[in-house]
């Protein structure tokens, strides 16, 4: 059963449940803000980049504002052209990245090495900054919507020469499967085809996009298929938008999503740059892990140009990333191990926030005796039962250093008194 309930004890069969927010996120996330070069701020249907103005406020306007397209989840239909490239491009590290503080993970690790399953609406293999290391075949290598590449991106994209936007794996391959049909709308059906593949092709991390309402048992056996070959499926842990879709208010009961919601899978929730998460956003009854998930940006298929995208599927992308890196600098843990590690150092929070850095360097406590060592795990006694010893202790030593203390006296008192009276002879055979 997983962790970390997010509405209140009673409230998941009646009324409306509340949402908890994850407030140590947010002292951390907002002590990120003032630091930023610049911050996202979703102004639909384009977002403005402006200084200090937190994510899903519209500010004023600004001549210094960075308008960034919209990489959209889904497109309406069929007949909607594909996601144009974007023109805009923004030097500055994005928020996302420097909450996560990715500037200091290189030291260890790139996640060479690792592939990691995109099961999504597709990945383009010609993808600016992933190009050279997509696998992609069929329809997986066509990328209408734009949102797989985006996520692609999160994972593992590539740093610009100058900084700025880079993924939390840049070393890492891809390995992209549809999750979905060709305007982005997935499938139970195809997302357990999309799990199976990827790990076929070598993923021992799968990122899946999707949320699903119902599990099936296509999905049951694809993630039974997944944890036999030690792969870590990770996904969100709600879909992405809001419950009305528009932005209006509109509440739902809290729910199970799938494949999050199944046992083995890393299940993500997304925060914004101030920790919280929007009124009117789906509510699961659990997540293990939180990652930003708003006004966040990334690459496109198609040209330089960067997007602004958000949702929990974002969030679960960079979590797969730092899967990536744990996998890669500790190869000899599995795929369960792994997920531990990733919640076992997260920062402490309603739902745990992702610390890729923690995750890596972190010195965590183990059940098991060393090879070759005493089976009894050693403990140290609490204060209170060691007064005892400790004043014998303190007693024996004290008695010890006063006998050297006398010894040491009575030496010196000796070789006086041995000296008076080698001059005392000496003055009577000078008398006599």
């Excluded at 059906?189 to 996009?209: H, L, M, P």
């Excluded at 990536?324 to 795929?335: I, K, M, S």
């Excluded at 369960?336 to 929070?349: E, I, S, W």
């Amino acid at each position: 059963m997983k962790r970390n309930i997010l509405v209140p004890r009673g409230s998941q069969s009646t009324g409306t449940p509340r949402q908890r927010r994850p407030h140590t996120c947010a002292s951390r996330l907002t002590a990120v803000a003032p630091v930023l070069g610049a911050a996202l701020v979703l102004v639909p249907p384009t977002v403005a980049v402006a200084d200090s103005a937190p994510v899903g406020t519209a500010p004023a306007a600004s001549s210094n504002q960075i308008r960034l397209p919209l990489m959209p989840s889904s497109l309406t239909s069929a007949s909607t052209a594909c996601t144009k490239p974007s023109k805009v491009h923004v030097d500055a590290e994005p928020w996302a990245q420097q909450s996560l503080g990715l500037g200091r993970v290189g030291r260890y690790t790139t996640g060479s090495g690792i592939t990691v399953g995109v099961v999504d609406t597709g990945v383009a293999p010609g993808a600016e900054r992933l190009a050279g290391r997509v696998e992609a075949t069929g329809g997986a290598a066509e990328d209408c919507v734009g949102h797989g590449t985006f996520v692609a991106g999160l994972i593992a994209a590539s740093p610009s020469p100058g900084g700025g936007l880079s993924g939390v794996a840049p070393g890492a391959r891809i390995v992209a499967e549809r999750g979905t049909g060709q305007v982005g709308t997935a499938g139970a059906a195809a997302v357990a085809q999309g799990i199976r593949a990827a790990v076929q092709d070598g993923a021992t991390v799968v990122d899946v996009s999707a949320a699903l309402p119902a599990r099936t048992q296509e999905l049951t056996a694809a993630l039974a298929f997944a944890a036999d070959h030690d792969a870590l499926v990770v996904a969100p842990a709600v879909p992405d938008g809001t419950v009305q879709g528009n932005g209006a208010g509109g509440s739902a009961a809290a729910a199970d999503y799938w494949p999050a919601a199944a046992d083995g899978v890393l299940s993500v929730l997304d925060v914004d740059i101030n920790g919280a998460r929007a009124q009117d956003a789906y509510v699961p009854l659990h997540a293990d892990l939180a990652a930003p998930g708003s006004g966040i940006t990334g690459i496109g298929p198609a040209g330089s140009g960067l997007y602004v995208g958000n949702g929990p599927s974002l969030a679960a992308a960079f979590v797969a990333g730092a899967a990536a890196l744990v996998r890669a600098h500790l190869p000899e843990l599995t795929a369960p191990q792994v997920a531990a590690r990733l919640k076992g150092t997260a920062a402490p929070a309603a739902v745990p926030l992702l610390d890729p850095y923690n995750a890596l360097s972190a010195v965590l406590p183990t059940t098991r005796p060393a090879p070759g060592g005493s089976s009894t795990a050693v403990h140290l006694a609490a204060p209170a039962e060691e007064s005892g010893s400790a004043r014998r202790a303190v007693l024996l030593g004290a008695g010890c250093a006063l006998l050297a203390l006398l010894v040491g006296a009575g030496a010196a008192l000796a070789r006086v008194h041995r000296s008076r009276r080698a001059v005392g002879e000496g003055l009577r055979r000078r008398t006599t």
